[in-house]
């Protein structure tokens, strides 16, 4: 079963976090500090990592962006107090997958990282059954997962291959930032959830990096559209 690692100075939280887990068999792990967790994170054979912002020693935010430096991916949940929105803008644009706001059921804990977990076990299927996409200058294979722009190639975490492919699938069609939220990150779109946005913003800038050409534009109030062509 996979292995999740949470980084949490909160030990009642990590230990009522670990029964819940254990309910579908996940293998648990906890660190209450900053370096502590990264060492872990960076060391240690875990699927998913918990990471909460305000740790002793360093914090949430710096842990991530030290493994998303050293090329590490590993999928990351972050924890933050609510309505820290400055916090939950960050943590994506750094590289999380999603977050979740403190308190927290540990019920919707469990679904969001069932998820996440679903969306990186797409990335490592090969779907032979889609075909190569190319448009606007932009290949994506889902054979392989890689996707490259004007011939170069472009990293993206599970999250933003799946938003792009499914934007490409539907090149020159409005789909809606609902269907996206559903379809990709697997919850409702919630008033003020900035996720869906920051993972779009991200493929962007990441694009851009090889093409001055826009390929997905935002229609407001509608949602996204792939340009098929420049």
């Not at 924890?79 to 919707?108: C, H, M, Q, S």
């Not at 606007?136 to 472009?154: D, F, I, K, M, Y």
């Not at 946005?197 to 851009?208: E, F, G, P, V, W």
Request: glycine content about 6%; charged content about 25%; overall charge negative.
């Amino acid at each position: 079963m996979p292995a999740i690692l949470m980084i949490d100075d909160d030990t009642g939280l990590c230990e009522l976090v670990e029964q819940y887990l254990a309910l579908d068999g996940y293998q648990f792990s906890a660190a209450h500090d900053g370096p502590h967790g990264l060492t872990l994170a960076e060391t240690g054979n875990f699927q998913l990592i918990l990471l909460d912002i305000m740790l002793p020693g360093m914090d949430g935010l710096s842990v991530l962006k030290t493994l998303r430096a050293n090329a590490h991916y590993c999928p990351v949940l972050m924890l933050t107090a609510r309505g820290d929105d400055v916090d939950r803008i960050v943590g994506l644009e750094l590289g999380a997958d999603d977050y979740l706001a403190k308190p927290f059921n540990p019920r919707e804990l469990v679904a969001r990282i069932k998820a996440i977990l679903r969306r990186v076990e797409l990335t490592k299927t090969p779907q032979t059954e889609h075909s190569i996409l190319t448009l606007n200058g932009l290949t994506l294979n889902p054979a392989n997962r890689q996707v490259s722009c004007n011939g170069e190639l472009v990293s993206l975490t599970a999250t933003e291959f799946q938003l792009l492919e499914l934007l490409m699938r539907r090149a020159g069609e409005v789909v809606s930032k609902d269907d996206l939220s559903l379809d990709v990150l697997g919850k409702r779109l919630q008033m003020y959830d900035r996720s869906l946005d920051m993972h779009i913003s991200n493929i962007r800038k990441k694009l851009a990096q090889y093409s001055i050409d826009e390929k997905i534009q935002t229609l407001r109030g509608s949602g996204y559209l792939f340009i098929a062509e420049s």
